[in-house]
């Protein structure tokens, strides 16, 4: 018997890989999988040898491109998931821009030490 319905799999790894809009490798989101709930995939409890394999199994929810822990996990575009994806598409990855202030001295030069 599962401990977790099949679906709620579904729904977290959906989840997971929207939230990627370049995707996954079957290894981060294996991780991710873990960080969030606390377990790895659960794929023994459905009778499959390998997370692999499990994976390619839910062609409805996600698609794994090639083979091994490297391979590209994308997700599948479900009615209910399209309007995310569209806003997480048009994110912008925004990177860190951390200004360094120089204090004015009284000459109104910028100060040579940096705070």
Do not use: W
């Not at 809009?21 to 981060?28: D, I, R, S, Y």
């Amino acid at each position: 018997m599962a401990s977790y319905p099949l679906d709620d799999i579904k729904k977290v790894l959906r989840a997971l890989i929207i939230s990627c809009p370049h995707g996954l490798t079957v290894e981060q989101l294996d991780r991710d999988f873990s960080e969030m709930e606390g377990t790895k995939i659960p794929f023994y409890d459905y009778g499959f040898n390998s997370l692999e394999s499990f994976l390619q199994s839910i062609p409805d929810t996600l698609l794994v491109n090639g083979r091994g822990r490297n391979a590209p996990v994308y997700g599948v575009s479900s009615d209910k998931t399209k309007h995310i994806e569209e806003l997480v598409s048009k994110q912008k990855n925004i990177k860190s821009s951390r200004k360094i202030i120089v204090p004015k001295t009284n000459n109104g030069q910028g100060s040579s030490s940096i705070h």
